[in-house]
């Protein structure tokens, strides 16, 4: 049967539609791949490093020495590499060395079953090695599930079940169960090592690095809000600029995404030599309770935004006044030792400024509760149009309040990972007078409103 | 040289204490483990299974006909056991799955390959299999950041890689690769089939189950605190019992900590068949939604909770007085409707009661504002006194709201999951009632506080 000339026409036109949303399906893939690519280059180099390392340890398969040394066994070295090479040096190490110590432990074990089981005869052997392979599988397993192993050696396990098998049940028809785990284990050392040595020298990403940065991005992330909020709040409705806004939206909010990324980031970190700046026992813990409390802190200020947000926020010109000076200050001061500590934090030396741009935002806070406080403001405005006000002022204080603990957390950080003190010149002079307010004020609590009075000018 | 009699004793004693030691670390282990399975005695199961999988894969070995069928490469199902079998179906279907078609289809990949440079005699051919391995090897590496393939087939990627690289490598010394490819296949088929089977059959753990059971707990949890709110809160600080009150604490720091495994749960309900009262495209992305959104008001009531405990919450007993009626119908409102929630997610019925519920806790969110605003009050007080009350009212306005998305998200769910509805009888009597004056107050928004005359008799 033949097609008539309209339908030709359809199956081309049907062809033609296919094929162009084939192509416009590829170029939204191509799309995709380049923003991937873009958003973190590591990602690319990552991928050119695994496939030069495989190709390096095929090596071992192509050329007849090296294979007639190591036979089909070469094989696992293959597979080590595919398995083991993650894109942290971190992520890479722990994996090698679970590998590399579950199969030889395991391996051990295997063997001395693989001995006990053929005492017991013909008959007995599968039933001793079904009975030991039953339990060890059994309790590892188990094990698998205690939270301390799970994050440390959760990957050593599996392997341990895995070569433990192996290499007891391949005992029942091959009785060079040695040589085989000789084989194993040799080839996996090496798959392991070559991982390692171009996971550390070619272009190493190290976690932790990774998890000093992101700590550092975070609390700048918080600091960005604090530094626009101020301005963008008191402005009128008209004035805000939605795409300002929308800006400092983000910044929190990336925080708040962040959240299990940083325990990964941190249980890699654990397995890493000392590299760059930091040392071999570097306090990685810390990072993970700087980590807690600035989550804590984007929780807050989410809080806060959605009462700024909301339409209670009316507040009458009088009052915005009143308060607007001791707001913008707080927040002001509060972005200032954020942005202190978040260069403390990447230069790595002590966070000494720091302490003044919280202290001072803590005055702040103080002479907020005395503007709210004021007899003037309560006897002039209607008092329901202060509620909100009153709402908005116990938030920031909230928030204020977590940025001092994130301080104190910083603080802790550098004097364990013995940061170096900043530079001495003019700052420490005003260090000096500043501290001695503070030193003041720590004998006399409840000195209220004066210290606002402490000239800020060491932004 | 001899000891003499003191170091003897001294020896002795170091042993002594050394067994002591021991035998407590061993005690502190086997309590931990007991926690451990008493906990979830799932993980004991599971344990079990694992092993029981493992010993009848074996079987493979042990006898002759299986093992001449089958040879060395018997070892690709005990493997595959150790590798694929994981506690929830889903985990395991999904690891299987990916297992199983990412070597068939990288397996003939990999044969094509090694046919093709077989094709450039002996010198081309390692040349040409190298640079298809590096390609291939860099691609699927790249293509593991893509966040929908690294959800659901990043194991798949890896098990490609693996697969190509073995076969296409392997046919430079050996040229029956498809013979190899073949054992490969088959035997990792059974032991996925093996895994799946036992999996499902003997006591099955679905995700998707736990998933839904997770969602109920947590509106559980944040339910418990509004009902214990209400009761400790307006009681003096005397009165308050500091165990009831951690209680309440733990609660809703509970429904924060589960943050990341509702992630995990779905991940792995996607994979999961019907089974129970689910069937296969249950709407499981919903339960995410549910679950973002209790946490964001376990967050909100950790805020209202730090503002009631701080030193600020000094309410006269006259404010205490005005607010603490609505404060209370808010709370136990709210309380009753989330409760009605966890019952219809665990019945899997219409959540028809909840609206009332959330209904009569908007009204009572009403009727705090009028009290806050009543000049009688703030003629009365001293004015100062009020910001804590006000600002705690908003807090709890701002918590009440999302207990109302809650619901809305559950009858979403409900509807997307075609939950059955609920009995007839008294309560839908009650209803019709409630949802009349619901209709009402959508064509008139700002009836105001005459709703709370609704009869709160539906509980």
């Known amino acids: 049967m033949e097609m008539g000339c309209d339908e030709k026409v359809g199956v081309m ?7 162009k949303s084939l ?49 089909v066994s070469a094989m696992w070295a293959v597979m080590t590499v595919v398995v083991v090479f993650e894109f942290s040096v971190g992520a890479t190490l722990g994996k090698g060395l679970n ?12 063997v001395g079953t693989h001995h006990l089981a053929a005492l017991s005869g013909h008959v007995g052997q599968p039933i001793i090695t079904s009975i030991f392979v039953f339990l060890i599988a059994c309790t590892l397993t188990f094990m698998r599930f205690f939270p301390s192993i799970k994050a440390k050696y959760d990957y050593g396990m599996m392997i341990s079940i895995l070569t433990f098998s192996m ?30 040595v171009i996971s550390i020298s070619v272009f190493p990403f190290w976690a932790g690095e990774d998890l000093h940065n992101r700590i550092a991005l975070n609390i700048e992330n918080l600091a960005l809000f604090f530094e626009g909020y101020g301005s963008e709040y008191f402005k009128t409705s008209q004035d805000r600029e939605a795409n300002k806004d929308e800006k400092l939206i983000q910044a929190y909010k990336s925080v708040l995404k962040s959240s299990g990324i940083e325990d990964t980031l941190y249980n890699f970190a654990r ?12 306090p990685w813990k810390q990072y993970l309770k700087i980590g807690a409390l ?36 707080m927040s002001i001061e509060s972005g ?40 003037r403001l309560w006897e002039h405005c209607d008092p329901l149009t202060l509620i ?36 001495p010149g003019v700052v420490s002079l005003e260090k000096s007078e500043a501290v001695i307010q503070i030193e003041k004020e720590k004998v006399q609590p409840n000195i209220g409103i004066s210290f606002v009075t402490i000239p800020i000018s060491t932004g």
């Open 13 to 19: 036109k049907r062809g033609f539609l296919w094929m």
């Open 23 to 71: 192509v416009e399906k590829l170029v939204e893939i191509g799309s995709k791949t380049k923003a991937l690519g873009k958003d973190d280059p590591r990602r690319v180099i990552h991928a050119l490093k695994l496939g030069f390392t495989l190709t390096i340890v095929s090596l071992f398969y192509y050329y007849k020495p090296l294979y007639d040394n190591f036979g």
């Open 99 to 110: 590998r590399a110590v579950a199969t030889l432990l395991a391996g051990g074990l295997g």
């Open 167 to 196: 290499v007891s049940i391949s005992g029942l028809q091959d009785d060079e169960v040695f040589l085989l785990l000789e084989k194993r284990v040799s080839t996996i050392f090496l798959g392991v090592c070559v991982c390692v």
């Open 271 to 282: 397995w890493e030599p000392g590299h760059g700046c930091f040392q071999f026992r570097h």
């Open 294 to 329: 600035t989550h804590q802190c984007a929780f807050r200020i989410d809080a806060l935004h959605r009462n700024l947000s909301s339409s209670n926020f009316q507040v009458s010109q009088e009052i915005r006044r009143e308060i607007q000076e001791s707001c913008m200050e």
């Open 336 to 375: 200032k030792a954020l942005r202190q500590l978040v260069s403390s934090i990447r230069e790595m030396t002590q966070p000494t400024q720091a302490e003044i741009h919280t202290h001072n935002s803590k005055a702040a806070a103080k002479k907020l509760k005395a503007s709210l406080r004021s007899s």
């Open 388 to 423: 909100p006000a009153a709402t908005i002022g116990s938030l920031l204080i909230d928030v204020v309040d977590c940025t001092e603990k994130i301080a104190e957390a910083v603080q802790e950080l550098a004097s364990l990972a013995h940061f170096n003190s900043a530079k």
